[in-house]
């Protein structure tokens, strides 16, 4: 009896491992298994694209899944290239996962186009395709390619900044522009600390934002928070074809007698991004001021009447009081306006 129960045993465990030999075998992908690409179609290949037709979806795409010989969660990214450039320079935006049809806006399509560095108001000819991937141990596929055809239009474009130096709210969040939505944009954040952390978001709430994946790179909803490398007024480039994100110091400040700290130290001022104006509120003293960049000699501004001159004299404060400043440096002029 023992003997045929110690045969049983062997049996049963050969059946098992028979069994498990086998899921293993379809859990891979075999070298001769058919990988079918997705299909790619779009219902539109010749489009001009406006600011009357912005809001408007302008473009569908309508796929069908690849199949790489077995179930598995795929992921799908559409791509943007110019025609015959073979993808060397290329605009990626990711399909959300289980959708099969797509729209864009005009203002959306018209950013992707922009970011590829194509003139506007003319004609520029697009190779578009999906590329499908479930894993990087196996190589992605891509669809055919689809032919676009279309003529972007000059717009401003902009990425908002919220994070812990303004309590993490999109709505109230400060922004960085792209004045000809070419994917690159810049401005000017005063953080209060290093590594204060924040993210960017494509509008003014969490439905799509960056997030760091590595120092000087970012991934579109993906990624942690970013963090600023040091406190301070930090000009950010942000590069969302090439998914880059870099750091400067920017800030200009006021120094003087009439100010705060004297003739030691600056007292900085904020960045208005939208309007490209640098703003202070600060309570002065009758005296002297002047404009300085990074806190240094090198570059700095005095003047008189509201006009800026390089290295020019002292700007005279007659009486003191709390008093809103205006730096335009592109107009190259001030203000002081007593409260």
């Known amino acids: 009896m023992k003997i045929i129960h110690y045969i049983g045993l062997v049996l049963l465990l050969l059946a098992t491992f028979q069994s498990c030999k086998k899921d293993e075998t379809q859990a891979r992908l075999a070298s001769t298994d058919a990988v079918k690409p997705a299909t790619l179609t779009l219902d539109k290949t010749n489009l001009t694209l406006s600011k009357a037709n912005a809001n408007d979806t302008v473009l569908h795409l309508r796929m069908i899944q690849p ?51 194509v003139p506007t108001g003319t004609a520029s000819e697009f190779d578009v395709r999906l590329k499908s991937s479930i894993n990087t141990k196996i190589a992605a596929v891509f669809s055919a390619l689809a032919s676009l055809k279309a003529v972007p239009y000059a717009s401003t474009s902009y990425l908002y900044v919220p994070g812990a130096y303004q309590g993490w709210d999109p709505a109230t969040a400060e922004l960085i522009v792209s004045p000809t939505s070419n994917g690159i944009y810049t401005g000017i954040i005063s953080f209060p600390e290093a590594n204060s952390e924040f993210k960017l978001t494509t509008e003014r709430n969490w439905a799509n934002s960056y997030g760091q994946t590595a120092t000087g790179k970012i991934a579109y909803n993906g990624g942690d928070n970013i963090k600023a490398p040091r406190a301070g007024n930090l000009e950010i480039e942000v590069n969302t074809t090439a998914n880059t994100i870099t750091f400067k110091d920017h ?36 005296g002297a001021i002047k404009f300085r960049k990074n806190h240094d000699w090198g ?41």
């Open 299 to 339: 570059t700095n501004f005095g003047g008189a009447n509201g006009n800026l001159v390089a290295g020019g004299a002292d700007i005279a404060v007659a009486n003191a009081g709390t008093y809103d400043i205006v730096l335009d440096l592109n107009a190259n002029t001030y203000t002081l306006t007593k409260k």
């Open 251 to 286: 800030s200009w400040g006021i120094i003087g007698s009439a100010t705060p700290k004297g003739w030691d130290a600056d007292t900085d001022m904020k960045y208005d991004n939208a309007n490209q104006l640098w703003k202070l509120r600060v309570n002065l003293t009758a």
């Open 67 to 117: 199949d790489f010989g077995f179930q598995a969660a795929v992921s799908n990214v559409l791509q943007f290239g110019l025609k015959g450039d073979n993808f060397k320079t290329v605009k990626e935006v990711v399909i959300p996962n289980g959708r099969s049809v797509m729209g864009f806006t005009g203002y959306e399509l018209n950013s992707y186009l922009l970011s590829l560095g």
